[in-house]
């Protein structure tokens, strides 16, 4: 069984980078199949597509939030990483991981989601 | 991309049945069918329950159903139960290669 678990700071003073990892277990994040994404959610707020990373390193980014997002992987650990600078009170979320399967055009695997809270 | 449209609540009574709609325009929800419905009940992360507008996940009960008319794509859960209160949003893939969601929408059962 698939499982994803997001790790970082929960707390990122503002103008700062935010850094979180989402640890894959139970699957290659080298699978051709699949790519992964970042998405996050205000409190009390809807969803929000951050970006996501496809198996050959390809990304693509929510155009609100580009120039200021980066999404890489490490495949000897199997995980990925999400970089957001220059944050505000804005991006206190929840900010969940979640795996796409390609072709289907869905997330199929979430996980828990960790709060980052932009504060100083 | 805005996000897609749904409506803010929806409620109805064990055994009923609800829809929720998604709509976006005739150049996304219109001309793909590459949404996706996700349950969200409160304080955890949201669930697939339909893909590809009307296809089901394993394990997901076949109370919920989805379908797609011109713009708007369509969530039905029927015979309601007291689990499946929760907050729904719909995504759509975008010719962009990018990823929007819905505004959400809050299922009561009264």
């Known amino acids: 069984q698939l499982q994803l678990q997001e790790s970082g700071s929960g707390l990122v003073k503002p103008s700062q980078t935010l850094s979180l990892t989402c640890a894959v277990s139970?699957?290659?994040?080298?699978?051709?199949?699949?790519?992964w994404s970042w998405i996050r959610q205000p409190p009390g707020k809807g969803l929000e597509w951050i970006g996501y990373?496809?198996?050959?390193?390809?990304?693509y980014y929510n155009p609100s939030l580009k120039s200021r997002v980066t999404i890489s992987v490490d495949r000897s650990k199997n995980q990925f990483s999400l970089k957001l600078s220059s944050v505000t009170a804005a991006d206190t979320a929840v900010y969940y991981c979640?795996?796409?399967?390609?072709?289907?055009?869905?997330?199929?695997?979430w996980g828990q989601g960790t709060l980052v809270t932009v504060s100083s | 991309q805005s996000a897609l449209t749904q409506p803010p609540s929806v409620s109805g009574s064990p055994g009923q049945s609800v829809t929720i709609s998604c709509t976006g325009t005739?150049?996304?929800?219109?001309?793909?069918?590459?949404v996706s419905w996700y349950q969200q009940p409160p304080g955890t992360a949201p669930k697939l329950m339909i893909y590809?507008?009307?296809n089901r996940p394993s394990g997901v009960p076949d109370r919920f159903s989805g379908s797609k008319s011109g713009n708007t794509a369509s969530l039905t859960i029927s015979g309601l139960q007291a689990e499946d209160e929760a907050d729904y949003y719909c995504?759509?893939?975008?010719?962009?290669?990018?990823?929007?969601f819905g505004t959400g929408t809050k299922v009561t059962v009264l």
């Open positions: 995504s759509l893939y975008t010719s962009s290669s990018t990823y929007v």
């Open positions: 590809e507008v009307s």
């Open positions: 990373i496809y198996h050959s390193g390809s990304t």
């Open positions: 139970g699957g290659s994040i080298s699978s051709g199949d699949y790519s």
């Open positions: 979640a795996r796409e399967t390609e072709l289907l055009w869905t997330f199929d695997y």
């Open positions: 005739s150049s996304d929800v219109g001309s793909y069918n590459r």
